[in-house]
């Protein structure tokens, strides 16, 4: 097996031993998560510079907040990044411009199996992707110590609509399809949650076709400075089979980030 189909081969295996190494640390959720407080929120904030040859800057952030009570478990998230780099010439241009947000709703926290709702919003000037919604619902499966010690998975069918963004080698699309989407998180604390790991892991194709599909994992460390403050290491990755067709030099983008984070 060689090409798209090896490497969604590669990623399926590392995301069943992932769960696997994960789930004997995990109990189903019960009074543990009921007792910590229902709400928490973070805020990253991460940059970069680069000088010399080639000049380089970014920056990145990151808000979350999560709510949790006996009926119901929301999240939201807000991302945004920017980069420019020189050229050889000087000049200066735009190499990434994105932002997201999405949202989610869970019914019934505290049971193993749950259903769900969600929705996100998405630009990125990288993929030539000038706005993307989509929508679903579907159930939720989790193993949980307590917040900071579970694994989620996920199964959902969203209904999805990208704009693509004018230019490049590809022109002006509007296109609505289906998806099948899944997903698989696991979070973990150590030291007296000094240490935590948190990987997200998705994938979702269309119905109709499996070639054509979107991947995003977010692999992240984070150690706590303080009882509010602490800092993260995350590995990102978004691949969208269609974004070359849009007009992007690659399917696949990619960062690691290095921010500052903020608990309240």
């Known amino acids: 097996m060689t090409g798209p189909d090896a490497g969604r081969g590669v990623l399926w295996y ?94 019934r926290p505290m049971e193993r199996y749950r259903p769900f709702v969600s929705g996100r919003m998405e630009s990125a000037f990288e993929r030539r992707i000038a706005l993307r919604y989509n929508a679903g619902a579907g159930v939720r499966m989790s193993w949980a110590r307590d917040r900071r010690n579970r694994v989620d998975l996920s199964a959902s069918i969203l209904a999805e609509r990208t704009y693509a963004r004018e230019g490049g080698r590809g022109t002006e699309e509007d296109v609505g399809l289906a998806r099948w989407a899944s997903s698989v998180r696991v979070r973990r604390s150590y030291f007296d949650d000094r240490l935590s790991l948190d990987s997200n892991n998705s994938y979702r194709p269309v119905f ?55 608990r309240f």
Request: proline share 2%; glycine share 8%.
């Open 208 to 262: 109709d076709s499996f070639g054509n599909f979107t991947l995003s994992t977010r692999n992240a460390v984070s150690y706590n400075l303080t009882e509010v403050v602490a800092l993260r290491v995350a590995v990102i990755t978004d691949y969208d089979s269609g974004a070359v067709e849009r007009g992007a030099e690659t399917n696949r983008d990619g960062q690691v980030q290095v921010t500052v984070v903020a």
């Open 14 to 107: 590392r995301l069943v031993l992932l769960f696997a190494i994960a789930l004997p640390w995990a109990t189903p959720p019960g009074e543990a998560m009921a007792q910590e407080r229902d709400w928490k929120a973070e805020g990253e904030l991460g940059g970069n510079l680069f000088f010399g040859n080639r000049e380089q800057s970014q920056l990145s952030s990151r808000i979350l907040v999560e709510r949790a009570d006996s009926l119901f478990e929301s999240s939201s998230e807000f991302r945004f990044a920017y980069g420019e780099v020189t050229d050889r010439d000087g000049v200066r241009q735009v190499n990434r411009r994105s932002w997201s947000a999405a949202a989610s709703l869970d019914f």
